[in-house]
């Protein structure tokens, strides 16, 4: 496995009391393969978050990774918890929680922005070391890096300072963080190259993208979040994940044009918390085109019929049917494990063998007819073959 070094760190605090639900987001993304979770880590009990990085070999970075998660875990705060970067060579630790501030150590070069009250916004440069956004204050923590091999490389410095700015004057304006992070995610990709996920988190609400945008196998690079994601009807809500949604142009409900969703679009949707909101987790299949299809369906269904396993389980067999959702098997409710209480839905599937597309038909007639109707034919095929061979000799005793 090659190393992992995650170029984009950010922590986004608009509320630091926690009461907003969309008040303290993170994530981190780059140009460089193997953006796995260990790069965004959550904890929905503790309430804190844990973005890492660094040039420095990635047992070091696992091992600083652990004991900033002691030291978050014993009640300490993120300017302990980062610190404990420095004892690992060319390692970086960014975290931070609701009532933790903020905090990066080790090997960075970051902006610190303070939002006052008043409006007033102060954006600070530091390199290595420690970089505190104190407990009780609005502002965020950004570090960015170019990726060696990134055909953008070089313009971290100066999209680092742009991108600074723009989240100090989002937060004085009222945005939530999590909408920040996800404009984050969009400026760094386009305008610095570090563009694959990677993901992040609502730290606040405990809710995180998962494995939305991570690869899908070791030594590959994320989903680029500045490509589209999915497209979707804004009339009825259906919608397809790419590639999937490659074949689509309207609506196959009502020919309503497909609007066409953004990896940071889909980003700032999944860690955004609304009355409505449910959280979806999807396992068994890495392919984006199954998890944002499966989310969108799932959504549809719980709004229309609540959280009912059997419903959900038949829309996305309906799906299947319909070759919206691919390379998996029928699904059961008891493959659907549903929490109202916490507004989540898992759906566990099963991948097809020897990369088929669709699971067997549902015929009407067993599977065990067609086998004896095979062998009938194959019988019948070797009686004709045999008479074929001895065509001229059967006639000929025939004939006498």
């Known amino acids: 496995m090659g190393t992992s070094a995650a170029t984009l760190n950010v922590i986004v605090v608009t509320d630091p009391s926690g009461q907003d639900p969309n ?15 260990s790069t965004f880590i959550l ?9 890492s990085g660094g040039e420095g070999e990635a047992i070091p970075r696992l091992m600083a990774i652990v004991d900033a998660i002691n030291i978050l875990k014993n009640g300490g705060t993120a300017k302990e918890a980062a610190s404990a970067a420095s004892g690992y060579p060319g390692i970086r630790i960014m975290c931070g929680g609701p009532d933790k501030g903020a905090a990066v150590g080790g090997s960075f070069d970051a902006y610190v922005v303070i939002v006052e009250d008043d409006g007033t916004i102060t954006v600070t440069p530091y390199s290595g070391g420690l970089a505190v956004l ?26 680092r300072k742009e991108v600074a700015i723009k989240i100090g004057k989002m937060i004085r304006d009222g945005y939530p963080a999590t909408v920040i992070v996800s404009e984050v995610f969009k ?41 589209p994601y999915a497209k979707v009807c804004p009339h009825c809500g259906w919608s397809a994940g790419y590639p999937t949604a490659e074949n689509y142009k309207v609506c196959p409900l009502d020919g309503t044009p497909l609007k066409t969703i953004y990896a940071y679009d889909a980003l700032r949707d999944a860690i955004t918390v609304t009355e409505g909101t449910v959280s979806v ?44 959702i691919i390379g998996v098997n029928y699904v059961e409710p008891k493959d659907i494990n549903v929490k109202p209480g916490s507004k989540a839905v898992g759906v566990y ?3 097809l063998p020897d990369h088929r597309t669709a699971p067997p038909m549902d015929l009407p007639i067993s599977s065990s007819f067609f086998e004896i109707l095979g062998d ?16 001229s000799t059967l006639i000929s005793s025939f004939m006498r």
């Open 134 to 159: 104190p407990p009780g204050k609005k502002g965020a923590i950004i570090h960015l890096r170019n990726t060696h091999g990134n055909p953008k490389y070089g313009t971290a410095s100066a999209v």
């Open 23 to 37: 008040g303290f987001a993170g994530g981190s993304m780059s140009f460089a393969q193997n953006m796995f979770q």
């Open 43 to 51: 904890s929905k009990e503790h309430h804190f978050t844990i973005l």
């Open 349 to 351: 599937y099963t991948p």
């Open 376 to 391: 009938i034919q194959t019988a019948l095929g070797c009686v004709l073959l045999i008479l074929l061979l001895f065509r």
């Open 187 to 227: 400026d760094v990709a386009e305008n610095a190259g570090e563009k694959y996920g990677g993901g992040a988190v609502n730290v606040a609400s405990g809710v995180s993208t998962g494995d939305m945008f991570t690869p899908a196998n070791l030594n590959e690079t994320g989903y680029p979040m500045d490509q």
């Open 281 to 324: 987790s999807v396992y068994g299949s890495d392919e984006a085109g199954v998890i944002q299809t499966t989310q969108e369906i799932v959504k549809a269904t719980v709004k229309e019929k609540g959280y009912s396993e059997e419903a959900i389980a038949k829309e996305i067999n309906d799906a299947i049917d319909n070759g919206l």
